[in-house]
């Protein structure tokens, strides 16, 4: 009885992908549990942007055929948000240079970043990197400038002073 059972169940396991090949690719892409995203809002990971497919005939959309990075970017226009644009750079309150207590914050996504200084006013000196991080701040070894990261993130707002 349960045997049966069994192989009834795993029979109809395996018809399934039989009938999958007989559908359309538009057919089989309606069946796929995750949905392709066509806001900014509908992006759920990298399987939700993938693209639809055109309508036999006609050229495809960069909405229609977009995919990845380049997709999500486009979703941010449609929404007039630039994705890859990070925040801004916030200027000491009480310095012209940042100190440790009134830094130069610079947006990141990561836990630090790499600056270049070159000096109040820019230019003023060879361009130097060093990392800034988060909790730990990054100075200029040529005008002893301090730099401190602050992370961007869905929640997250530009420090204020
Ligand atoms: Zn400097």
Redesign the pocket.
């Known amino acids: 009885m349960f045997a049966l059972r069994r192989s009834l169940l795993s029979a109809g396991r395996i018809a399934r992908p039989q009938v999958a090949r007989f559908s359309s690719a538009s057919v089989l892409l309606q069946h796929k549990a995750v949905k392709t995203a066509e806001k900014l809002s509908e992006v759920t990971g990298p399987e939700s942007l993938i693209g639809t497919s055109a309508a036999p005939g006609t050229v495809p959309t960069d909405l229609e055929q977009e995919t990845g990075l380049a997709r999500l970017e486009l979703l941010g226009k449609m929404d007039g948000i630039d994705i890859f644009d990070l925040g801004p750079v916030i200027r000491p309150q009480h310095s012209v240079k940042g100190t440790p207590d009134d830094p130069i914050w610079v947006p990141t996504y990561d836990s630090s970043r790499i600056v270049g200084?070159?000096?109040?006013p820019h230019g003023s000196?060879e361009v130097?990197w060093f990392h800034a991080g988060v909790e730990k701040v990054g100075r200029?070894d040529?005008?002893?400038?301090v730099y401190r990261a602050y992370e961007l993130g869905a929640d997250e707002e530009a420090p204020h002073h």
């Open positions: 200084c070159s000096g109040t000196h130097q200029c040529e005008c002893g400038a």
